[in-house]
């Protein structure tokens, strides 16, 4: 089977990490939209724009289902993809909610969004997890958590000070946090420590392998050898490679275009 993963950028390589990882395709092309980059600032209308031109670039690859790594495409354009696509188009939003209800089964537990502007302002996650019966649910848009993981000075005093500055308003720590965008799993262990490991983090990567089961009999473990792994990118190829390489820390071999 070959999967398709699209992202605005190199953050959906987090996604692609945890599907690799599970071991459920025997082909899998990325493409990140490096040259226009990032989404989480631009409009409804722009997203949906942009998130339709790359399904125009995975027209030419006949996969079989296609997976939107990044999680403000998947507030904005599923449906709009939906529509148009010949194959299965699978986000992230549904499979962290899903994810978050198979962990915490209280509804007045307090859930805490993260993501960049756009998807906090869609309300997606929040009224998503209303209509499961959530009553305590609070967005928060924590951009500027994505430069300083794509600068790589996420272990400095500048992303301590960063959260300082989103969070310091949160007494209590919640029950749990999405992390609703794809570069946030890489701070996982900081936002956890911030919180003095009080709280349960969903990672849309790893919910999106347990879903992609549930909902779409994708079996885990169903290839034997490695995934054969394409990577392109908008511009500059070589950086997606050359993050990729450091992100996705496996011998997994690659090809960036
Ligand atoms: N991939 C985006 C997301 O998950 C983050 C980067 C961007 O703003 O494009 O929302």
Redesign the pocket.
């Known amino acids: 089977m070959k999967a398709g993963i699209f992202?605005?950028?190199v953050?959906?390589l987090t996604v692609l990490k945890s599907i690799l990882e599970a071991k459920m395709f025997d082909e899998i092309i990325y493409y990140g939209d490096t040259a226009r980059?990032?989404?989480?600032?631009k409009d409804k209308e722009t997203i949906i724009k942009f998130s339709l031109q790359a399904l125009e670039f995975f027209a030419s690859h006949q996969i079989d289902i296609l997976i939107v790594a990044?999680?403000?495409v998947s507030a904005y354009a599923l449906e709009e993809m939906q529509k148009s696509s010949p194959v299965p188009v699978v986000g992230v939003i549904e499979p962290g909610v899903w994810a978050l209800k198979n962990k915490i089964t209280h509804k007045d537990a307090s859930i805490l969004v993260i993501?960049?502007k756009a998807?906090i302002a869609s309300l997606q996650y929040q009224d998503k997890l209303r209509v499961n019966g959530y009553t305590s649910v609070q967005g928060l848009a924590t951009g500027l958590f994505?430069p300083i993981i794509e600068e790589d000075i996420k272990d400095t005093k500048v992303l301590k000070a960063t959260m300082k500055y989103y969070f310091s308003h949160i007494s209590i720590p919640p029950e749990a946090i999405i992390l609703g965008?794809?570069?946030f799993p890489l701070i996982t262990s900081s936002i956890d420590e911030y919180f003095n490991h009080q709280s349960i983090l969903i990672h849309s990567g790893e919910a999106i392998t347990d879903y992609l089961y549930r909902h779409h009999q994708i079996c885990m473990n169903a290839i034997l050898g490695e995934t054969k792994l394409k990577l392109y990118a908008s511009s500059s190829p070589s950086s997606l490679e050359l993050i990729a390489n450091k992100w996705l820390n496996s011998p997994q071999s690659f090809i960036a275009d």
Not at 37 to 41: A, E, H, I, R
């Open positions: 992202d605005s950028g953050g959906g980059v990032p989404y989480g600032v990044c999680n403000t993501g960049t998807t994505v965008c794809t570069h």
